[in-house]
Nanobody, 126 residues
């Protein structure tokens, strides 16, 4: 059974940093792209960042480019999201996910993922 468990969320002031972690189990983690999404109240879940299986290629939403960094440690079955220069508009529940297929190299839409974590709340105060 595939399980993804996010951690590292919390309350931070604008301009601060947080590092999210997502530990995966029950899956051949290293063969698939991984991603982070977020969902704010009343809004649809949106793409934040993705990383290919080898960790050699990343892609980011324009809204987080230059502030967030996605990385992975396949030996630990863990993917990370380092978030710097946080803004109030970054407030959301953050989810990690595993790509639906090893053939999807840069998955940026929710339908390209089939396993999701339970989410971790990030709140940025102004």
């Amino acid at each position: 059974q595939v399980q993804l468990v996010e951690s590292g969320g919390g309350l931070v002031q604008a301009g601060g940093s947080l590092r999210l972690s997502c530990a995966a189990s029950g899956h051949t983690f290293s063969n698939y792209a991984m991603g982070w999404f977020r969902q704010a109240p009343g809004k649809e879940r949106e793409f934040v960042a993705t990383i290919n299986p080898f960790g050699s290629y990343t892609n980011y939403a324009d809204s987080v480019k230059g502030r967030f960094t996605i990385s992975r440690d396949n030996a630990k079955n863990t993917v990370y999201l380092q978030m710097n220069s946080l803004k109030p508009e970054d407030t959301a529940v953050y989810y990690c996910a595993v790509a639906r297929s090893w053939t999807i190299v840069v998955p940026t839409t929710t339908t390209q993922y089939n396993y999701w974590g339970q989410g971790t709340q990030v709140t940025v105060s102004s």
